[in-house]
């Protein structure tokens, strides 16, 4: 099983631009997070799905950010437009089962960089 | 509101003195807390959950309702610890999303 799958691993994009960060979960599990990490901040939730049902996005810091999950095995992250606080590595995670115990597997990362 | 603080960003040991990564959190309820760890150029993976009470490459966290806390410990520090570590908590009732800490990178000095 190669995990958790994401894609692009790097993007530089600039300013004004849309951004569209994709996730294979691992096949099976219900549960799909995305995060941002920055320096000053750490790891931060954006959004979560079970079962392609977006649950909480209280994370998602703008408008300008959405994300989406049409199918069991893929989600998207989209930035539109891009700003260059943007900038930061995006995590895709996920598990099997809600009780609160179950470990997230987290993928390689996206690092996002808007000049 | 649920929080979890890690007040050292950065923490440097020399190879085999005992480290300590502290953690805190405050949250209403019984939390279920986890560390977990990002090695150089790897992805983040989990190290220990608190539920579990077991010891993970040397590695044991207590949790302390008392004062909140969930440090972790490791009694002789090797280099292949240097990593960024953070600190997690997740609610045992509802969904199970995860809040991190601001993590702490330690750095083994050989």
């Avoid at chain 2, 405050?26 to 560390?35: I, Q, T, V």
């Avoid at chain 2, 972790?72 to 800490?101: I, R």
Wanted: aromatic share 12%; with cysteine.
């Amino acid at each position: 099983d190669a995990g958790v799958i994401q894609s692009p691993r790097h993007e530089v994009t600039e300013m004004g631009q849309e951004v569209t960060l994709r996730c294979k979960p691992i096949s099976g599990h219900d549960y799909l997070f995305w995060y941002r990490q920055t320096m000053m901040r750490g790891l931060e939730l954006l959004i979560y799905f079970n079962n392609n049902v977006p649950i909480d996005d209280s994370g998602m810091p703008e408008d300008r950010f959405s994300a989406k999950m049409p199918n069991a095995s893929f989600s998207t992250l989209k930035i539109q437009p891009s700003e260059p606080r943007d900038s930061a590595v995006y995590f895709c995670a996920s598990s099997f089962g809600g009780s609160g115990r179950e470990t997230q597997y987290f993928g390689p990362g996206t690092r996002l960089l808007v000049l | 509101a649920q929080r979890v603080t890690q007040p050292e960003k950065l923490l440097s040991v020399f190879k085999g003195a005992p480290v300590e990564l502290k953690c805190n959190y405050s949250y209403s309820g019984s939390p279920e807390l986890f560390w977990y760890v990002q090695y150089s150029r790897q992805r983040l993976q989990l190290l220990l959950r608190h539920i579990s009470r077991e010891s993970i490459k040397g590695f044991t966290a207590d949790l302390n309702k008392g004062e909140t806390s969930f440090h972790l410990k490791k009694p002789f520090a090797q280099e292949e610890d240097s990593a960024m570590y953070y600190c997690a908590l997740t609610p045992l009732t509802g969904a199970n999303n995860l809040f991190f800490g601001t993590g702490t990178r330690l750095t083994v000095i050989p």
